[in-house]
Protein backbone atom coordinates (compact mmCIF):
# COMPACT_ATOMS: atom_id res chain seq x y z
CA UNK A 1 0.00 0.00 0.00
CA UNK A 2 1.41 3.55 -1.10
CA UNK A 3 1.94 5.67 2.15
CA UNK A 4 2.61 9.06 1.82
CA UNK A 5 3.89 10.87 5.19
CA UNK A 6 4.78 14.87 5.63
CA UNK A 7 6.25 16.58 7.96
CA UNK A 8 5.91 18.50 10.07
CA UNK A 9 1.93 17.93 10.34
CA UNK A 10 2.02 22.19 11.70
CA UNK A 11 4.08 24.73 11.51
CA UNK A 12 4.59 28.71 12.25
CA UNK A 13 7.34 30.80 11.55
CA UNK A 14 7.73 34.31 11.11
CA UNK A 15 8.15 36.67 8.33
CA UNK A 16 11.28 36.34 6.39
CA UNK A 17 11.97 32.93 8.03
CA UNK A 18 13.52 30.19 5.37
CA UNK A 19 11.05 27.27 5.64
CA UNK A 20 10.64 23.19 5.01
CA UNK A 21 8.44 20.78 4.01
CA UNK A 22 9.18 17.32 3.88
CA UNK A 23 7.47 14.34 2.12
CA UNK A 24 8.38 10.23 2.26
CA UNK A 25 6.25 8.28 0.15
CA UNK A 26 6.58 3.94 0.19
CA UNK A 27 6.12 2.68 -3.15
CA UNK A 28 7.75 3.94 -6.60
CA UNK A 29 6.52 6.70 -8.42
CA UNK A 30 6.23 8.19 -11.80
CA UNK A 31 6.11 12.08 -10.28
CA UNK A 32 5.24 13.81 -6.88
CA UNK A 33 3.29 16.63 -7.17
CA UNK A 34 3.25 20.01 -4.42
CA UNK A 35 0.04 21.18 -4.02
CA UNK A 36 -1.23 23.77 -2.22
CA UNK A 37 -4.53 24.62 -0.71
CA UNK A 38 -6.03 27.69 0.59
CA UNK A 39 -8.59 28.15 3.42
CA UNK A 40 -11.41 28.47 0.97
CA UNK A 41 -10.55 24.65 0.05
CA UNK A 42 -9.47 24.74 -3.76
CA UNK A 43 -6.15 22.91 -4.51
CA UNK A 44 -3.54 24.66 -7.04
CA UNK A 45 -0.50 22.58 -8.45
CA UNK A 46 2.78 24.09 -7.12
CA UNK A 47 5.10 21.30 -8.72
CA UNK A 48 5.45 18.36 -10.40
CA UNK A 49 8.77 16.74 -9.94
CA UNK A 50 10.42 13.30 -11.47
CA UNK A 51 14.01 14.32 -10.26
CA UNK A 52 15.87 16.96 -9.28
CA UNK A 53 14.70 20.31 -8.55
CA UNK A 54 12.48 23.24 -9.67
CA UNK A 55 12.43 26.36 -8.54
CA UNK A 56 9.55 29.00 -9.18
CA UNK A 57 9.72 31.87 -7.85
CA UNK A 58 10.47 31.80 -3.71
CA UNK A 59 9.45 28.48 -3.81
CA UNK A 60 12.01 25.14 -4.38
CA UNK A 61 11.33 21.88 -4.31
CA UNK A 62 13.75 18.70 -4.48
CA UNK A 63 13.37 15.01 -5.32
CA UNK A 64 15.82 11.93 -3.90
CA UNK A 65 14.04 9.19 -6.04
CA UNK A 66 16.49 6.40 -4.08
CA UNK A 67 15.68 7.50 -0.94
CA UNK A 68 11.48 8.31 -1.37
CA UNK A 69 11.95 11.96 -0.20
CA UNK A 70 11.21 15.46 -1.56
CA UNK A 71 11.31 18.69 -0.20
CA UNK A 72 9.33 21.99 -0.37
CA UNK A 73 11.11 25.06 0.65
CA UNK A 74 9.87 28.30 0.61
CA UNK A 75 12.67 31.48 0.69
CA UNK A 76 11.57 35.08 2.82
CA UNK A 77 8.16 33.35 3.92
CA UNK A 78 5.65 36.26 4.09
CA UNK A 79 2.05 36.01 5.50
CA UNK A 80 0.13 35.30 2.38
CA UNK A 81 2.14 31.98 2.03
CA UNK A 82 -0.32 30.89 4.37
CA UNK A 83 -2.06 27.60 3.40
CA UNK A 84 -1.98 24.11 3.39
CA UNK A 85 0.55 22.35 1.65
CA UNK A 86 0.15 18.67 0.13
CA UNK A 87 2.28 16.33 -1.17
CA UNK A 88 1.21 13.73 -3.63
CA UNK A 89 2.47 11.00 -5.76
CA UNK A 90 1.45 9.31 -8.54
CA UNK A 91 2.64 5.56 -7.84
CA UNK A 92 4.50 3.07 -10.68
CA UNK A 93 1.74 0.79 -10.88
CA UNK A 94 1.80 0.93 -14.85
CA UNK A 95 -1.51 2.01 -14.94
CA UNK A 96 -1.11 5.18 -17.03
CA UNK A 97 -4.43 6.57 -15.46
CA UNK A 98 -4.26 6.16 -11.54
CA UNK A 99 -5.39 8.72 -9.06
CA UNK A 100 -3.00 10.49 -6.72
CA UNK A 101 -2.19 9.32 -3.57
CA UNK A 102 -2.41 12.28 -1.48
CA UNK A 103 -0.21 13.37 2.14
CA UNK A 104 -2.41 14.77 5.08
CA UNK A 105 -0.83 18.06 4.49
CA UNK A 106 1.13 20.92 6.05
CA UNK A 107 -0.77 23.69 7.41
CA UNK A 108 1.94 26.66 7.63
CA UNK A 109 1.21 29.67 9.05
CA UNK A 110 3.65 32.77 8.58
CA UNK A 111 3.17 35.41 10.79
CA UNK A 112 3.86 39.70 10.48
CA UNK B 1 -5.19 31.03 -17.99
CA UNK B 2 -6.74 27.67 -18.57
CA UNK B 3 -8.88 26.22 -15.60
CA UNK B 4 -11.02 23.74 -14.80
CA UNK B 5 -14.56 24.99 -13.56
CA UNK B 6 -17.06 23.52 -11.25
CA UNK B 7 -20.36 23.78 -10.45
CA UNK B 8 -21.95 24.27 -8.06
CA UNK B 9 -19.80 25.20 -5.47
CA UNK B 10 -21.80 24.25 -2.60
CA UNK B 11 -24.30 21.84 -2.83
CA UNK B 12 -26.93 20.89 0.28
CA UNK B 13 -28.83 17.95 -0.40
CA UNK B 14 -31.24 15.50 2.10
CA UNK B 15 -30.28 12.05 2.50
CA UNK B 16 -31.34 9.69 -0.11
CA UNK B 17 -31.20 12.24 -2.36
CA UNK B 18 -29.34 12.02 -5.44
CA UNK B 19 -26.70 14.56 -6.80
CA UNK B 20 -24.73 15.68 -9.48
CA UNK B 21 -21.37 17.24 -9.48
CA UNK B 22 -20.35 19.31 -12.67
CA UNK B 23 -16.83 19.46 -13.88
CA UNK B 24 -15.08 21.46 -17.20
CA UNK B 25 -11.80 20.32 -17.71
CA UNK B 26 -9.75 21.85 -19.48
CA UNK B 27 -10.46 21.72 -23.08
CA UNK B 28 -7.63 19.79 -24.93
CA UNK B 29 -6.86 17.72 -21.71
CA UNK B 30 -7.72 13.44 -22.14
CA UNK B 31 -7.30 12.43 -18.28
CA UNK B 32 -10.20 13.24 -15.88
CA UNK B 33 -9.92 12.87 -12.12
CA UNK B 34 -13.03 12.78 -8.78
CA UNK B 35 -11.23 13.60 -5.67
CA UNK B 36 -13.00 14.17 -2.40
CA UNK B 37 -11.76 15.42 1.23
CA UNK B 38 -13.60 15.21 4.21
CA UNK B 39 -13.51 17.68 6.62
CA UNK B 40 -10.19 17.43 8.14
CA UNK B 41 -8.96 14.68 6.32
CA UNK B 42 -6.67 13.87 3.32
CA UNK B 43 -7.24 14.42 -0.16
CA UNK B 44 -8.29 11.00 -2.07
CA UNK B 45 -8.75 9.44 -5.12
CA UNK B 46 -12.30 8.20 -6.24
CA UNK B 47 -11.99 7.72 -10.10
CA UNK B 48 -10.11 8.53 -13.36
CA UNK B 49 -11.51 8.11 -16.96
CA UNK B 50 -9.72 8.33 -19.94
CA UNK B 51 -11.03 7.43 -23.71
CA UNK B 52 -14.61 7.90 -22.55
CA UNK B 53 -14.58 5.10 -19.74
CA UNK B 54 -13.36 4.60 -16.28
CA UNK B 55 -9.77 3.61 -16.00
CA UNK B 56 -9.32 3.28 -12.45
CA UNK B 57 -10.97 3.29 -9.30
CA UNK B 58 -11.07 3.61 -5.43
CA UNK B 59 -12.51 1.11 -3.02
CA UNK B 60 -15.11 4.47 -2.20
CA UNK B 61 -16.04 4.60 -5.64
CA UNK B 62 -18.81 1.78 -5.18
CA UNK B 63 -21.80 1.54 -6.82
CA UNK B 64 -23.34 4.32 -5.41
CA UNK B 65 -21.04 6.67 -7.46
CA UNK B 66 -21.06 7.03 -11.17
CA UNK B 67 -19.39 9.07 -13.74
CA UNK B 68 -20.27 10.26 -16.91
CA UNK B 69 -18.88 12.91 -20.01
CA UNK B 70 -22.33 13.32 -21.41
CA UNK B 71 -21.49 16.12 -24.33
CA UNK B 72 -17.39 16.29 -24.79
CA UNK B 73 -17.10 19.32 -22.91
CA UNK B 74 -18.51 18.35 -19.19
CA UNK B 75 -17.71 15.77 -16.46
CA UNK B 76 -20.05 14.45 -13.76
CA UNK B 77 -19.89 12.68 -10.71
CA UNK B 78 -23.28 11.41 -10.00
CA UNK B 79 -24.16 9.81 -6.12
CA UNK B 80 -27.80 8.21 -6.63
CA UNK B 81 -28.42 8.05 -3.04
CA UNK B 82 -26.57 10.10 -0.57
CA UNK B 83 -25.13 9.16 2.78
CA UNK B 84 -24.37 11.89 5.56
CA UNK B 85 -20.92 10.30 4.84
CA UNK B 86 -20.59 11.35 1.42
CA UNK B 87 -20.53 14.93 3.15
CA UNK B 88 -17.33 16.17 1.79
CA UNK B 89 -15.19 18.34 -0.91
CA UNK B 90 -15.14 17.43 -4.17
CA UNK B 91 -12.80 17.99 -6.36
CA UNK B 92 -12.42 17.55 -10.05
CA UNK B 93 -8.55 17.59 -12.17
CA UNK B 94 -7.57 16.97 -15.56
CA UNK B 95 -4.58 16.42 -17.43
CA UNK B 96 -3.06 16.04 -20.57
CA UNK B 97 -1.57 12.95 -20.08
CA UNK B 98 -1.89 9.89 -17.63
CA UNK B 99 0.94 8.69 -15.40
CA UNK B 100 1.45 11.41 -13.33
CA UNK B 101 4.10 12.98 -15.49
CA UNK B 102 2.24 15.98 -15.92
CA UNK B 103 1.09 18.28 -14.30
CA UNK B 104 -2.60 18.15 -12.76
CA UNK B 105 -5.18 21.22 -12.97
CA UNK B 106 -7.68 21.39 -9.82
CA UNK B 107 -10.85 22.83 -9.81
CA UNK B 108 -12.34 24.80 -6.79
CA UNK B 109 -14.14 22.19 -5.69
CA UNK B 110 -17.93 21.56 -4.72
CA UNK B 111 -18.77 20.97 -1.13
CA UNK B 112 -21.40 18.74 -0.32
CA UNK B 113 -23.60 18.65 2.51
CA UNK B 114 -25.94 16.25 3.03
CA UNK B 115 -28.15 16.15 5.90
Known amino acids: KNEVEQSPQNLTAQEGEFITINCSYS?????LHWLQQHPGGGIVSLFMLSSGKKKHGRLIATINIQEKHSSLHITASHPRDSAVYICAVFPNSGGGADGLTFGKGTHLIIQP | EPEVTQTPSHQVTQMGQEVILRCVPISNHLYFYWYRQILGQKVEFLVS????????KSEIFDDQFSVERPDGSNFTLKIRSTKLEDSAMYFCASSGQGGGNTEAFFGQGTRLTVV
Open chain 1, 27 to 31: VGISA
Open chain 2, 49 to 56: FYNNEISE
